[in-house]
């Protein structure tokens, strides 16, 4: 009995548990099956990178700032998307995007926005 290319439907020749005629077609079939996930793969890694552009843009070369998150939300920030969350030694969440975090001082009803990278580990 023939067996058909699951992705272009031609006849296979080979091991009797061959599904694809060629590398191409098994590439081809893999990466449509693929292509959902990678899509919003895409969009979640976009919307971190960006929110790390953001907070890189008001820090600049200071090592910490104070923001209103209005402020940092007009520039296309979402306080939602991070790639860590952690509670300090003082019970505040810290929220982490790559190298830069913030959290919020309740008692100025700020965002504390801070560069991981400028700051020296001992």
């Not at 590398?23 to 959902?36: E, G, I, L």
């Not at 090592?63 to 030694?89: H, K, S, Y």
Request: net charge positive.
């Amino acid at each position: 009995m023939a067996k058909n290319c699951t992705e272009c439907g031609r006849s296979i020749l080979g091991r009797i548990d061959k599904k694809y005629c060629n590398d191409q077609c098994r590439a081809d079939f893999h990466n449509r099956s693929n292509s959902v996930n990678q899509k919003r793969l895409r969009n979640v890694n976009r919307t971190i990178w960006t929110n790390r552009m953001v907070l890189a843009e008001i820090c600049g070369t200071k090592r910490r700032i104070i923001a209103t998150m209005e402020d940092l939300m007009d520039r296309g920030f979402r306080p939602g998307w991070c790639t860590r969350v952690q509670e300090n030694d003082h019970h505040v969440r810290v929220q982490h995007c790559y190298d830069y975090f913030w959290y919020w001082n309740h008692s100025e009803s700020k965002v504390v926005v801070e560069c991981a990278s400028n700051i020296k580990v001992t």
